[in-house]
Antibody
Framework: EEQLVESGGGLVKPGGSLRLSCAAS????????MSWVRQAPGKGLEWVGR??????????DYITPVKGRFTISRDDSENTLYLQMNSLKAEDTAIYYC??????????????WGQGTLVTVSA | DIQMTQSPSSLSASVGDRVTITCRTS??????LSWYQQKPGKAPELLIF???SMRRGVPSRFSGSGSGTDFTLTISGLQPEDFATYYC?????????FGQGTTVEVK
């Protein structure tokens, strides 16, 4: 069964750091493009960024508000995706979802979502 | 960045109704448009990809249409389990952007 399980969320003070992990199973993680999406409490969905497979260059893209503060990385040997978050701000408070991007159609839908992990940035 | 305009932001409907949600993009995205359903306290789920292709297992009452800048999600014959929030997403160019969401409520 294809599955994504996030971990690492919690309460952190403004200016602090946190690393989220996402354990993937049931599909070939090495070939997967992966994304992080967040949702602030009571708000809509916001795409955070993406990492391509190493075979596709392994490059990353981010939304402007997190550029220079967040880093998406992957460990293909462990089938794990990471989101390193530094210099956290109150506006980063959200549920963070790990998502597998579908490549079959060429239009890159967000095919499979994890259950999410809550990050709260507060003093 | 590509701007998304999703409407309406909410609607009230009854079981059996036909519901239409629209998504307009600020530039041509061909068919790089997908639709998601999110129920309270749950992660979103993919319904439609490539503007009009249904994900396997999604009931046939859901359909998507459109290309270019104007897209539509239609639910033909609303069921009790369809009361939820729906989002569109463009994945044509980064940063990918979501619509604001449409909450389908019980009338």
């Amino acid at each position: 069964e294809e599955q994504l399980v996030e971990s690492g969320g919690g309460l952190v003070k403004p200016g602090g750091s946190l690393r989220l992990s996402c354990a993937a199973s049931g599909f070939t993680f090495t070939d997967a493009w992966m994304s992080w999406v967040r949702q602030a409490p009571g708000k809509g969905l916001e795409w955070v960024g993406r990492i391509k497979s190493k075979g596709s260059g392994g490059t990353t893209d981010y939304i402007t508000p997190v550029k220079g503060r967040f880093t998406i990385s992957r460990d293909d040997s462990e089938n794990t995706l990471y989101l390193q978050m530094n210099s956290l701000k109150a506006e980063d408070t959200a549920i963070y979802y790990c998502v597998w991007i579908g490549l079959g159609s060429g239009t890159l839908p967000l095919h499979l979502w994890g259950q999410g992990t809550l990050v709260t940035v507060s003093a | 960045d590509i701007q998304m305009t999703q409407s309406p932001s909410s609607l009230s409907a009854s079981v059996g109704d036909r519901v239409t949600i629209t998504c307009r993009t600020s530039q041509n995205i061909n068919n790089f448009l997908s639709w998601y359903q999110q129920k309270p306290g749950k992660a979103p789920e993919l319904l439609i990809f490539a503007a009009s292709s249904m994900r396997r297992g999604v009931p046939s009452r859901f359909s998507g249409s459109g290309s270019g800048t104007d897209f539509t999600l239609t639910i033909s014959g609303l069921q009790p389990e369809d009361f939820a929030t729906y989002y569109c997403l463009q994945s044509y160019s980064t940063p990918w952007t979501f619509g604001q969401g449409t909450t389908v409520e019980v009338k």
